[in-house]
């Protein structure tokens, strides 16, 4: 299954040679640079690009087009080369052509196997004036390799890009790409024909261009473009999602079959014609004046899923916007009022009597006008979020929904793993009647701790230690459960280690429905069988990835995703068992093996800067209302809460119950 990424998410590689497929709505210039283990690129020569597309190990277009195909052979790159950024660029203006990429489609990039299968894609959203972007980047990690979505866009363009590269005399490099691609422009492969209706599938062939890099002339600016073959001979891969995107350019047209003229037909031989994605609902029009109804699912996306995942993160991003609007508003007002008192009363004679009294009170006043115009213009963004959340919030997905959603009532084992997993919801102060659903795609990449020690809750309800490590095993569980309860029967396994026995109450619904492997792990022993079963699992698949022989491992071989709940840590646990365990919050999430924590941080302190590292790559999460989850993009400190299930509810027996039933159905 394609790994559909998000920005900074990554995905392993199990093949050395690929194509990476780059379509966009415009012609842009494609760039591939080699970089060492620190990421450096020691100069020109390690750099493809179209008046050098190829390196050893590597090639790149010679053309600017709105469709390109990169081969890679990861087996034949230098020793010294562990990264290989995919970089985009808009061609240089010349009176014609968009100028940012926030005019035009998001551009996809795939990276696929030589058959044309996906093995992972990235749609590059929220780019705005930028006009190149590194999109993708491959690197080696202890010998094998993985791909990353980067994403990082550059207004300055390739030079701008290339000089934060640290790349020697990067403009120079910028101006011979840039001037390589002028004298091919007249050449450029321009957007594909929209997609012929449903009525008229007929073939249209034409006679293909000599490719730019054979000779046999320059097609006039506006003709066709060649269509290049596909690497390796073999026909490209399916189109990826995001909306009605043209098939890759990638099979040959026939000659014998070809007119003079005629459009070129985009679509593959072989591939049957997919009907796009219905359009999304729309509501009906507003009252002149009036802002529009909410509908839930407006976003884009192929699937409803997929638009109310994009909906609710688009929620989070107008709130995160709003919200930081307003504070910037607010400081403004208090800088200025400030700043005004300074200036009048910086002259003595202004600091008594009432005209000091009357500079105050003046400043005083344009600084709760502009703050009251920053709360009206906040209450009317948020009557907009509320209501919209209103209409979304019962139209989500069981992954998606609250545990006290209608959803849960109904609920059957699905049989696709879904797009991503609700976590609890997200808020902020100023808006406390808002709470955003937290999404985190599936499959994990990243473990979980749930901190069962002192929290900065504001009603200081939880200061029992023992209250605290219960609510937090039964945080553990419900997002277990959920985990459980979004995959397919028998494709993710849930394992306990409970040293001491104290999760025995908490654990109940997990153990009296039989959804887990095996009973919980207690004592030492415990411990490290469980921890060294699982170590073998993560070594047996990296070495099956590496050599490309999934087929050769051990007959009855677990395949399903495994998640290990640790409980009480760190009694238990000795050196030995903490190694393990940090190798398995590592290298875990890419063998099919993830974490769950259940800890107090100052309790697992005593082992020293050993577990640093294990707490920063977890998610850390409270069973409690905290604000501890900070937002890089504005700078906002969200208050999490965590998705229990309501007092006296049933709903997580009956799920796990339907959950057991259907993985003894699923045993053969």
Known sequence: MTAELVRGQNHPLSQSRLE???SAGTPVVTVAALGDEDGRIHGAEWVAHPGSPTRPGLEVS??????HRLAVDLDALADAVHRVGVLLALPAPAGQGPTRFG?????FVAVTGLDGTE???????GLEAETAVVALELYRRQGAWKVRAVGQGYAGGLAELLTDQALPQARRLAGSIEEAVARGLARSVQAPPPRPSEGDRSRRAATPAPHSDQGGGTAPRGAPGPVPPAYGGQPAGPPGRGGARPAHPGGAVDPSTATVGGPIDYSHPRRPSAAPPPPPPTAPPAPPGQPAQPV??????WSMEERLYNQVWGMFEDLARTTAAY??????????????LEQVLSDPRNRIGGQGDAAREAAGARQAELADRA?????RDLAQLVAEAEVVEPALPAAYAHWDSPVWHAYRVPMEIPMALRLGDLRLPEADRIRIPMLLRLPLERGLWIDSGRTDAPDESFTDAHAMRRLAMETAVAHAARLLAVHPAGEFTVHVVDPAGSGAQPLVPLTRSGVLAAPPAQGAAGVAEVLGRLTQRVDLVQMALRGSAADSLPPGFDTSQQ???VNDFPHGFDDRAVNQLRYLADEGPASGVHLMMVADREEAAGYGPLLDPLWRSLLRLTPVAGSHLADPWVGHAWTYEPPLVPPGSQVLQQVLTRVAEARRAWRP
């Open 327 to 340: 504070r910037s508003a607010v400081d403004f007002a208090e800088s200025r009022m400030d700043k005004e």
């Open 563 to 565: 998640l290990l709940i």
């Open 20 to 22: 990476i497929r780059v």
């Open 103 to 107: 005019t035009v489609a998001a551009p």
């Open 296 to 301: 839930a699912g407006d976003a884009t996306g």
């Open 62 to 67: 010679r053309q600017a087009a709105a469709d």
């Open 375 to 379: 709360r009206e213009a906040l209450d």
């Open 119 to 125: 093995v992972a894609s990235y749609t590059i959203t």
